[in-house]
Every structure is written in C-alpha cells, then in structure tokens.
C-alpha cells in the first residue's frame, strides 16, 4: 500500500510541473576571448649635448647639459585589436641659454595612445598629449606648451594648441 501512495505522490508531483524536462544547461561560465598586456620596452636615453629652442622673449637656443627622457613602451593585444601606448618623461633635464646663460630644467611629460583594429577594414586610430615646459632661472617669462591631438584614417583632429610664454 505503501508504495502504491509513493507512486500516486510520485505522478502528482511530475503533473504539478508546467514544462517539460530538459537536459541540464552547462554552469561554466563565458570565458573571455584571450588578451595580453606586455612591456616592449623601457629604456632611459640621455638628452645631453642637444639643444632646444625658447621662443619667450630674449629668444634664444638652450643647451641641454644633462638629463634623460624615460620611454615606457605597452601594448595590449585582444582578440581584434592591439592597444599600443608610449609615455615619455623627461629626468633631470637642465640646460643653460646660449644668450642669457640663465639655467634652465625641462619637465617633459608626454602621453601616444595608438589602438590597431585588426576587422575589415582594419583601422588605426591614435591620441597624443604633449606637455613641455622650459622653465627659466630669474624673472623672466617661462615657456608653456601644450599639445592634444587625435588621428583616424588620415585626418588629425587638434583639440588643444596651447603656447604661452608666462612666469
């Protein structure tokens, strides 16, 4: 009798379902398509014995003494893209003016994004920001530089040219 209510219950609890069985879903997430971060490089290049130009009045040339620019190269690849970007920065930059002979120190920071699309038709976009200061001993105005533009397919959007001779 026992098992003859087991069944009754057994046939009333299937009834009570409104679907149908199904064979069981897999519980394994989506794995993300692969994608690698490396370092190309990263190196320090002295910057002594070159030159660059002030255009703040007195105009003149200065004469880099000493000083590296740091280059910090990356890139990302994923699955139709490649990220690379290069950030420069300018270490113990100092130079002397060939007119004035006022000593000068050169912050430098300077950012290139560059993202490679690999679809048809692959694309290649790219962002630059540039920051220069010459900053000069003394009272004299010190130079501000600041450059931001992008590029897509062959045109170059400038978003910021800024150039200003200030203390």
């Not at 990356?74 to 920065?89: F, L």
């Not at 060939?98 to 950012?111: C, D, M």
Request: net charge negative.
């Amino acid at each position: 009798m026992k098992r003859l209510a087991l069944l009754a219950f057994a046939f009333a609890w299937l009834a009570a379902c409104e679907t149908p069985p199904s064979a069981p879903t897999s519980q394994t997430p989506l794995i993300p398509p692969p994608s690698f971060a490396t370092t190309i490089a990263n190196e320090k290049v002295s910057v002594a014995n070159t030159f660059q130009d002030n255009p703040c009045p007195p105009v003149e040339v200065v004469d880099i003494l000493d000083g590296y620019l740091h280059f910090l190269v990356t890139e990302e690849i994923g699955e139709t893209s490649a990220d690379v970007t290069i950030q420069v920065n300018g270490e113990g930059i100092e130079g002397v003016g060939q007119l004035t002979g006022a000593r000068y120190s050169v912050p430098l920071n300077e950012k290139d994004e560059t993202t490679f699309t690999v679809v048809e038709p692959p694309t290649v976009s790219e962002e630059v920001d540039l920051r220069l200061r010459l900053i000069r001993e003394g009272s004299r105005d010190n130079l501000w530089l600041r450059i931001t533009a992008t590029s897509t397919a062959g045109t170059v959007d400038v978003k910021r040219m800024e150039l200003e001779c200030r203390g």
